[in-house]
């Protein structure tokens, strides 16, 4: 049972451009959502995270947006640069765990 | 601020063979957390520990695999015998709050 999915294992986007990565989980109980970058042969490393309380949290050129009735976050890059260039895990924290998605890796294409 | 230490990074080893790797997590976290990343897949926890005590390890083959944390400080995993299907990245965490969990490298493991 995949709680948390990340249905597009790949995407492309020109630099300078807006990458948007998306993330749904099916258990309402989960409280705390944070994205984690990956680069090969590195742990993942946390990124930015969203209280089930708000529905925007904005780190620099990171936005992530949570719709909590549809169950449903984003993580919003603008512009998109080549360092961007990793994958991109999705998680969930509830019930004192966190829950990954499957990831979605990302291309900066110059 | 040093982070997450794991050890070997590598480990290439024959079936029903015995492994074990350690990791040393971020000064003063006292929440460590060992996770197994398969192939395409995001982690999934195998066990978690509140210093020394390991407060949720129902993930954990405890057929094979066994798990230590002495001192509350440095833990270690062993998996006995290596079974094909265990081949995965390991990987070690180590959080001072309850979400923001901090990784290591990992340690790729390859049963032939």
């Known amino acids: 049972d995949q709680q948390v999915k990340q249905n597009s294992p790949s995407l492309s986007v020109q630099e300078g451009r807006i990458s948007i990565l998306n993330c749904d989980y099916t258990n309402s109980m989960f409280d705390y959502f944070l994205w984690y970058k990956k680069y090969p042969a590195e742990g993942p490393t946390f990124l930015i995270s969203i209280s089930s309380i708000k529905d925007k949290n904005e780190d620099g050129r990171f936005t992530v947006f949570l719709n909590k009735s549809a169950k449903h976050l984003s993580l919003h890059i603008v512009p998109s640069q080549p360092g961007d260039s990793a994958v991109y895990f999705c998680?969930?924290?509830?019930?004192?765990?966190?829950?990954f998605g499957t990831g979605t890796r990302l291309t900066i294409i110059p | 601020e040093a982070g997450v230490v794991q050890s070997p990074r590598y480990k290439i080893i024959e079936k029903k063979q015995p492994v074990a790797f350690w990791c040393n997590p971020i000064?003063?976290?006292?929440?460590l957390y060992w996770y197994r990343q398969n192939l395409g897949q995001g982690p999934e926890l195998l066990i978690r520990?509140?210093?020394?005590?390991?407060?949720?390890d129902s993930q954990l083959p405890k057929d094979r695999f066994s798990a230590e944390r002495l001192k509350g400080v440095d833990s270690t995993l062993k998996i006995q015998p290596a079974e094909l299907g265990d081949s995965a990245v390991y990987l070690c965490?180590?959080?001072?709050?309850?979400?923001?969990?901090?990784f290591g490298p990992g340690t790729r493991l390859t049963v032939t």
């Open positions: 965490a180590s959080s001072g709050g309850p979400w923001e969990q901090y």
């Open positions: 520990y509140e210093n020394e005590e390991a407060v949720d």
């Open positions: 998680a969930a924290f509830g019930n004192e765990k966190l829950t």
């Open positions: 000064s003063g976290h006292n929440t």
